[in-house]
């Protein structure tokens, strides 16, 4: 009876000296840092042109030389097409304002607008219709030209 006494005495400091609290917790990995669209990534134009806005989330990660550096740096803006004005450096957090020129051509065009920082980078595809009202060049009839023999 008394070996039962002591097995019972004994039970709850087993379970007590099992506790989860001694193991040793994992050490979580460094938040990377991210560039991310919030706009369509495909953004349509009438043949007017007109004015679009490019809205995106940077977030720069546990790296301590990006968290200082987030504030002041520049996130550079490149696009393939001369039919749109947009600036080379656009501040971080602050959205990419540009301008599409009028389609004045019967063709629909396509052009590609990249922001990047770093190693990070997106990319939106503007798509502009072609004119409806293109003037067709004049015609002033045929003519036969050279000599009857």
Do not use: H
Request: aromatic residues 6%.
């Amino acid at each position: 009876m008394r070996k039962l006494l002591y097995l019972l005495v004994a039970l709850p400091l087993l379970f007590a000296a099992c506790n989860a609290d001694d193991e040793p917790k994992p050490t979580p990995e460094p938040e990377k840092a991210s560039l991310t669209l919030i706009s369509e990534a495909t953004m349509a134009f009438d043949a007017e042109g007109g004015e679009g806005v490019i809205n995106y989330d940077y977030k720069p990660g546990d790296n301590i030389n990006n968290e200082i550096s987030a504030d002041i740096a520049a996130l550079k803006v490149a696009c393939d097409a001369e039919w749109i004005d947009v600036a080379e450096e656009v501040m971080l957090r602050e959205p990419i304002n540009f301008t599409v020129a009028a389609n004045e051509s019967d063709i629909e065009r396509t052009a590609t607008i990249t922001a990047t920082i770093d190693d990070l980078m997106f990319e939106v595809c503007i798509k502009q219709a072609a004119a409806a009202d293109v003037p067709e060049p004049p015609y002033e009839g045929w003519g036969i030209i050279g000599t009857m023999n």
